[in-house]
Every structure is written in C-alpha cells, then in structure tokens.
C-alpha cells in the first residue's frame, strides 16, 4: 500500500523560533497533499491543501505567513511554522492523495507531535 | 453547508458487535470513508463506500444509503484493541474529505 513518511516525529522547541515538518510520499506520485492538525480529544481540522507546482490553500482562520507550505516536488510537502508560541503545540497530520488508487482514498504520515516551551 | 455527524463516544463489550453510525450533508459527493485512529497515532484506512449497500472486510463492514446521507460502521467480534477513535469522512464535489468529529470507542472485557 501506498507509504506516507513525516519527519521529525516529535519536537520540542523554543516560543518564537520556525520548526520545519517534511512530508514525503514514498512509493507514489501525490499532486495533492493535505495539512492537518489535531487538538486533545479532537478530531483532525484541516490547515491547508497543498498542490504541487502552486500555492496552497488555506482554510478559513489559518494564517498563511504563519503555517508556510511549500510543495515543490510531487513526493515532498513542508509545513514550517513560523514563530511558534505555546498555543501551536499540537498533532500535525500530513495526508497525500494516491490518484492512481482506486478510491482516491488519504493516506496519513505518522503525524508530528509539536510542543513549544 | 457541509456536515458530518456521528456519535462521541461509543462503549462495547469484547466479543459483541457495535454500529457505528454516521450522516453527511456535503455539496456533491465521491465517497464516504472509515478511518481508524488509535490515540497519539495518525489514522489509518478501513473502508470505503461509494454505491448503495454493504461492504464487508473481514470483522468489519461499512454500508451506505446514499438517498438517506447515511453510513454506519459494523464492528464484529470485539477485541480489546478495537478501542480507538472512529472517523467518518465524506468526499465532496473537490474532491475534498469533510471530517466528522469522530466516536471514541471503548471495549471493555
């Protein structure tokens, strides 16, 4: 089946510095790449869609020049939060789109837990 | 607007059978997907349904009226590890997953 990988799989780092999330699709090709975040107890709340070759797009309530993505290639998408605070501490999720399979279906990285001091 | 409902939490005992059940309202639709999320982990794939009916896999089987906005997950033969969160998902017209807020499941002995 289709592998999704996440790197780091956990950080933890200082109020106000970037922290850069990879997202790579190793065995497919995926145009489209999704940026979840998870709370506590939550379910999985959509930062942005990610298309290779053009500008993500964010959802409403998601600031941009905060959570840049970049998704140069057809196998990598980065999240890089910029500035962190404490209230950024959370679950990022990445998912990347398989087109070629049968149900169009998400398959998810392992997530990348954030915890800023 | 686009909407998912299902259920919050959910409890079970081990070797009995539990539904459950989740309804959509998107704009257009591609597909209604069952996800697996066990806590502090990423969530993975059980089912998709996309025509009218049910889809069995094993111990579990996902089935869906589309005339209704309707699906339901059918968990069977309960096993302690089947505790976890699970999400129900509609593709809409984009090609986009709108997320339900997902059922905590807990299975006790």
Redesign the interface.
């Known amino acids: 089946g289709a592998v999704v990988s996440q790197h780091p799989s956990r950080v933890i780092c200082k109020s106000g510095t970037s922290v850069k999330i990879e997202c790579r699709s190793l065995d497919f090709q995926a145009t489209t790449m999704?940026w979840y975040r998870q709370f506590p107890k939550?379910?999985?709340m959509?930062m942005a869609?990610s298309n290779e070759g053009s500008k993500a797009t964010y959802e409403q309530g998601v600031e941009k020049d905060k959570f840049l993505i970049n998704h140069a290639s057809l196998t990598l998408s980065t999240l890089t939060v910029t500035s962190a605070h404490p209230e950024d501490s959370s679950?990022y999720?990445c998912s990347a789109?398989d087109l070629t399979s049968s149900?169009?279906?998400?398959?998810?990285?392992?997530?990348t837990?954030l915890t800023v001091l | 607007g686009q909407n998912i409902d299902q259920p919050t939490e959910m409890t079970a005992t081990e070797g009995a059978i539990v539904q459950i059940n989740c309804t959509y309202q998107t704009s257009g639709f591609n597909g209604l997907f069952w996800y697996q999320q066990h806590a502090g982990e990423a969530p993975t794939f059980l089912s998709y349904n996309v025509l009218d009916g049910l889809e069995e896999k094993g111990r579990f089987s996902s089935f869906l009226s589309r005339s209704k906005g309707y699906s339901y997950l059918l968990l069977k033969e309960l096993q302690m590890k089947d505790s976890a969160s699970y999400l129900c998902a509609a593709m809409d017209s984009n090609y986009q997953l709108i997320w339900g807020a997902g059922t905590k499941l807990i299975i006790k002995p």
């Open positions: 999704f939550q379910s999985l959509l869609t679950f999720i789109r149900y169009n279906e998400q398959f998810f990285g392992p997530g837990r």
